[in-house]
């Protein structure tokens, strides 16, 4: 299994994260990528990614707008220069829109030269999107990459899913899919064609309701499969398989 979303560098994970791999390993979830956030927490999340073989990307969330952008681009594409040759380097993200944060104008700033660097390197995007889904939309259509990539944490319509198969992205589906209540999404995922969709965690957050600890982990994954076979009403092997094929094209593996 590839969680393809998953923020196992974070603090939450400093005290337990070699039994939690161990964990992992034995659910057979053995391939993990680590997004990355902010050019102050890249050293950790590399220095993780190396010690674990973790794959992971490089970029700025909007959560973590920087003071300085200019500044904070300009160290971004130097370290995606250090890490072109790095095998474990397969992405650019998070980065994207949130309507619900502050500063949605220099958000757009900030994300729309990420996409630049992302036509430019030629790597997939990975897309943080909350309420901006038509905008999201114009921006993907006029940058036209080539790579592609995922909106990730997907929450839309079956009609915004369609507009983001037509140009060539994938959805990441995560514990949001274990809630009763997410129907729009249960349309998505049984009636979509399964080449569209990869899964994640998104862990430490997004936890699933229902579930004692309040930290979310990879180990959720096999949850979000089962559910994924229920809804299209066929077994989880052959699932499992499109879904880990659907990661390794996207990240050209
Ligand atoms: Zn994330």
Not at 29 to 57: E, M, T
Request: with cysteine; charged share 20%.
């Amino acid at each position: 299994m590839f969680d393809t979303h998953a923020h196992l560098d974070f603090d939450e994970f400093d005290h337990d994260r070699d039994e939690l791999f161990n964990e992992m390993e034995a659910k057979n979830i053995r391939q993990i990528l680590l997004p990355g956030v902010s050019p102050d927490l890249w050293g950790k999340q590399l220095a993780i990614a190396q010690q674990y073989q973790c794959y992971f990307a490089l970029g700025i969330h909007p959560w973590y707008l920087p003071i300085d952008i200019d500044a904070a681009l300009v160290q971004l594409e130097q370290h995606i220069i250090t890490n072109q040759t790095n095998p474990l380097f397969v992405a650019i993200g998070e980065c994207g829109l949130d309507k619900l944060r502050p500063d949605f104008e220099r958000q757009q700033t900030l994300f729309e030269q990420q996409l630049h660097l992302a036509k430019k390197y030629q790597l997939p995007v990975i897309l943080h999107a909350v309420k901006c889904h038509a905008l999201l939309i114009e921006l993907l259509t006029k940058t036209a990459l080539v790579q592609g990539g995922v909106i990730h944490g997907f929450y839309g319509s079956v009609e915004v899913a369609k507009q983001y198969q037509k140009l060539g992205f994938k959805l990441g589906i995560g514990g949001l899919i274990l809630n009763p209540a997410a129907q729009k999404l249960h349309k998505v995922v049984a009636e979509l064609p399964l080449e569209l969709f990869v899964v994640e965690t998104d862990s430490p957050s997004m936890t699933p309701i229902n579930q004692l600890e309040k930290r979310n982990t990879p180990l959720i994954l096999p949850l979000i499969i089962e559910k994924i076979a229920f809804l299209r009403e066929i077994s989880t092997v052959p699932i499992l398989e499109q879904l880990n094929k659907n990661a390794l094209q996207l990240f050209e593996l």
